[in-house]
């Protein structure tokens, strides 16, 4: 049995009837709209997808009158029927190390950010999120302080993508040379507790005709959902990233409370079963250094024998601090000297350079504006206030 999600609690945000966006869409899904709307005939249907499809993903097209291979008559049809606007960028901040993050609102109350970072991977990484909030309470991350409000669908996760291209000025799909290189499941959300979405979104951005990034440079991150983890290696063949953060289960249910239901020894033996795990192909352990709490030599050589036959690299996350955090980062001394620990045991463990903290961008910082104060809001108010 799969796991599920408790969502009797959350926010609803009702719909209205709208325009259905194809650019969302899955290809199947494309095909069974356009035969839905009566835009195209059933024998036509597959064919008339792949021409929009390449527009929509390798184009990058918001405008069916700037397909100039599809007939007038069907751009009309097209039209009337659907849509390929983009959501609405509330925010967009540029970090002083040039990193970039968006707040994006996708329908009303629903509000995400997304976080583009130079120098990552191959050239640049998205990092994206697949829920609006979270329901796992990790002590030390920002978004865990928010609560759920519902998973994304396929189609607001690959938005993202298509919102950070448009900024980036990246259309029609570059192959070569692209400053976005890689996507990292790692922003707002537990992405095991929304798979169908990740996995569809994970289809068209992978799709050789269109966004075309390889399965090999998206990383899916997960604080341990164990159940789903042989269906992500199977239905997505993407990396896997674990949020691991301690060696034993005691500390890691403090700081990671979903370690209460799926301890250690059953998230390892679930790692260790994942489809495709190799040299070729190692999971990433993200491990944040805590100030007094995980960081000790003897917790450095513990993590070794944790992970001991795992093809694994262990990334080092200087804690990154949002306003009410409990936590400090470590010293940077202590955390080079718990990497060379792991790196005599056999471990590449490099230390991830904090990108965007100045616009709260960082890992473990986001948290949707419906959930803070507007940083405009806060401007306003301070130049506005009577000087004392």
């Excluded at 499809?53 to 008559?73: L, P």
């Excluded at 996760?157 to 400053?179: C, F, N, T, Y």
Aim: some cysteine.
């Amino acid at each position: 049995m799969g796991a599920t999600l408790d969502l009797s609690r959350a926010t609803v945000t009702p719909r209205s009837a709208v325009k259905l966006n194809l650019s969302g869409l899955t290809r199947a899904d494309l095909v069974a709209a356009l035969v839905s709307a009566e835009v195209v005939r059933p024998e036509k249907a597959k064919m008339r997808a792949t021409q929009l499809w390449r527009w929509i993903h390798h184009y990058g097209v918001t405008d069916f009158q700037a397909m100039s291979d599809v007939a007038k008559e069907m751009r009309a049809s097209l039209t009337e029927a659907f849509t390929l606007d983009r959501p609405e960028i509330i925010e967009r901040q540029v970090s002083r190390d040039g990193t970039r993050k968006w707040l994006i609102r996708t329908a009303p109350g629903i509000e995400i950010e997304t976080v583009y970072i130079p120098d990552v991977g191959r050239a640049g990484a998205l990092c994206v999120s697949s829920q609006v909030g979270c329901t796992l309470n990790c002590t030390f991350c920002h978004t865990g302080t928010q609560a759920l409000v519902r998973n994304l669908t396929a189609a607001e996760i690959v938005a993202q993508v298509q919102v950070a291209r448009d900024d980036l000025g990246e259309w029609p799909s570059p192959k070569e040379d692209r400053r976005l290189s890689n996507i990292v499941f790692m922003g707002m959300g537990e992405p095991l507790y929304n798979l169908d979405s990740v996995a569809a979104a994970i289809d068209i951005i992978a799709d050789n005709e269109g966004i075309a990034i390889s399965r090999r440079r998206i990383t899916v991150s997960t604080s341990g959902v164990v159940p789903e983890l042989q269906a992500l290696g199977e239905r997505t063949q993407a990396m896997l990233a674990i949020s691991l953060h301690a060696t034993n289960d005691a500390l890691r249910e403090k700081l990671v409370p979903l370690n209460k239901k799926y301890p250690l020894a059953q998230l390892l033996s679930a790692i260790r079963a994942y489809p495709g795990l190799s040299n070729a192909k190692r999971v990433t352990f993200e491990y944040v250094m805590l100030k007094g709490v995980n960081d000790s030599p003897a917790e450095a050589k513990a993590l070794v024998q944790l992970l001991k036959g795992v093809p694994a690299k262990i990334n080092l996350i200087p804690f990154n601090p949002w306003p009410g955090s409990q936590y400090e980062c470590s010293d940077w001394a202590t955390i080079e000297a718990f990497a060379a620990i792991l790196n005599r045991g056999g471990y590449a463990s490099p230390i991830r350079t904090p990108r965007g903290r100045d616009i709260l961008a960082a890992c473990g910082q986001l948290k949707s504006e419906s959930e803070k104060v507007r940083a405009s809001v806060r401007r306003k108010t301070a130049t506005e206030a009577p000087a004392s």
